[in-house]
């Protein structure tokens, strides 16, 4: 199933590990283009009921007309508040995937792409006032060198801190291309787009504060699914799925599992068969699922 606006990644795994039920009730917290809410309620019968949740305004394009789904133009962060405004008190299943959307690459004016020219903007909600420009023009040089190295993974956090609050003292760095030429000289010419993948991807955290934002989803989705729920996260990075593999194994982010006095986990979660990652049918179909990894967990 391909839309324009994204092709779904991993869906069919996505729909075996959701184990839907014909009448119960499913959540799509990342719903973007549509195409795993339409994977799910193919599979729903005339009384089962599908929330799609998406802050990006671009989305409300895509939402099927359909009576057993409901539209939530809201980030997933806030799951359990608007579950109670839809007088949901538990689900059968959450699907979560974590990516930019191909749309959102797509748009150069979204300024999410290496490859495409537009203003440093990265919001994934369009009404927020921080973007990718007030990031890189007005945070110190210690504020950029830390979500570089933590949010980037990159060792040289500081040299990149530094030359880019070096450039911005001739000029407001303004466009994709313009932070990509200020970074240049530091730029690998073997991993050119592996290193500035990761300078964007950690601006992209830190614009849409995606890490925090997960961990709140995280710890709400456990709450509201019923006992047997399914939780099917698909994550693109590694910190992403550091904290989804860590929560699902231990009920923390730290990865410490907590036992009880008979030595059983206290996690509310337990794992789903293994890691699921995309085969190579799909990534000759859909190159930019690559780094898609998806976990599943049912609640004990």
């Known amino acids: 199933m391909k839309t ?36 799910i309620l193919e599979q729903l019968g005339p009384k089962g009921r599908l929330l799609g949740f998406d802050q990006d305004t671009d989305a409300l394009e895509n939402v099927p007309l359909d009576d057993r789904f409901d539209f939530v133009a809201a980030n997933f ?13 538990a689900v059968d299943g959450i699907l979560a995937d974590f990516g930019v959307s191909s749309h959102q690459f797509d748009e150069g004016a979204r300024g999410f792409s290496i490859r495409k020219e537009g203003r440093l903007d990265m919001r994934m909600n369009q009404n927020q006032e921080l973007d990718a420009f007030t990031v890189i023009n007005t945070y110190e040089a210690e504020q950029l060198a ?7 993974e990159l060792r040289n956090a500081r040299k990149i801190a530094s030359i880019i609050c070096m450039s911005r003292e001739e000029g407001p760095i303004t466009t994709t291309s313009d932070l990509i030429d200020v970074v240049k000289s530091l730029t690998p010419k073997r991993f050119e787009n592996k290193f500035l993948a990761k300078i964007f991807q950690a601006i992209r955290i830190e614009v849409n504060n995606e890490l925090m934002v997960l961990q709140s989803f995280l710890k ?33 982010f730290e990865g410490k599992e907590e036992k009880d006095f008979y030595g059983n986990s206290l996690s509310k979660l337990r794992k ?27 609640k004990r």
């Open 4 to 39: 324009q606006y994204h092709n779904p990644v991993l869906l069919s795994e996505a729909l075996q590990g959701l184990n839907i039920r014909p009448e119960g009730i499913y959540v799509d917290v990342t719903f973007g283009g549509g195409g795993h809410s339409r994977g």
């Open 77 to 89: 962060s806030h799951l359990s508040q608007y579950l109670k405004y839809h007088k949901v008190e």
């Open 146 to 152: 830390d979500l570089f190295f933590h949010f980037g």
């Open 220 to 252: 709400q989705a456990v709450q509201v699914l019923n006992p047997g729920g399914r939780l099917v996260c698909i994550s693109y990075h590694s910190l992403e799925d550091r904290f989804v593999k860590r929560f699902i194994q231990s009920g923390n």
């Open 272 to 298: 789903i068969g293994k890691l699921i990652v995309p085969s190579q049918e799909e990534l000759k179909d859909n190159p930019r699922a690559r780094s898609a990894k998806l976990r599943i967990a049912e």
